[in-house]
């Protein structure tokens, strides 16, 4: 079985109940993961046998474990995958790369590990992502 390091929230259906194994095979996690949920603050329906847990708790509470991990960049800002954290480029510098005429990639090199960064761009809102960078544009 594949384990999931980051279950869809969107598998879960809100007006069912759950068992820790259903869920488990549901997500592709370890049931003992899930167990590890409900001490973090997963509330079962009840406290008997077997463990029952509603489809809405579930639902909210993986969406909000998945809204705490995100870190939005600010303006100017790229994701280096490397750091794990947003960076400014090294010398104020990106290449915009179109993918389709309405959205592309941002890129530039990380100033701390010298590996590239990126930011998904529409090209509507790059007057309001670009900040201080300089960006050049690339046809590919």
């Known amino acids: 079985m594949r ?7 969107r598998l879960v259906k809100i007006h069912r109940s759950y068992a820790v194994e259903e869920i488990a095979q549901r997500l592709e996690v370890h049931k003992n993961t899930v167990r590890a949920w409900m ?7 009840d406290d008997r ?3 029952l847990i509603s ?3 579930l639902f909210e ?4 474990k998945r809204q705490q991990k995100k870190r939005p960049c600010q303006p100017g800002e790229m994701f280096c995958v490397r ?3 947003a960076k400014k480029a090294a010398g104020n510098m990106a290449d915009y790369i179109p993918i389709t005429e309405a959205f592309g990639n ?5 100033p701390d590990c010298g590996g590239m960064i990126f930011r998904r761009a529409s ?7 670009r900040g201080q960078l300089d960006i050049q544009f690339r046809e590919e």
Not at 123 to 129: N, T
């Open 123 to 129: 090209l509507a809102k790059l007057e309001q992502i």
């Open 3 to 9: 384990v999931r390091r980051r279950p869809n929230h």
């Open 83 to 85: 750091c794990r954290a």
């Open 39 to 45: 001490r973090a603050g997963l509330n079962a329906i």
């Open 49 to 51: 046998r077997p463990m």
């Open 106 to 110: 941002l890129e530039g090199i990380c």
């Open 55 to 57: 489809g809405a708790e």
């Open 61 to 64: 509470f993986l969406k909000e």
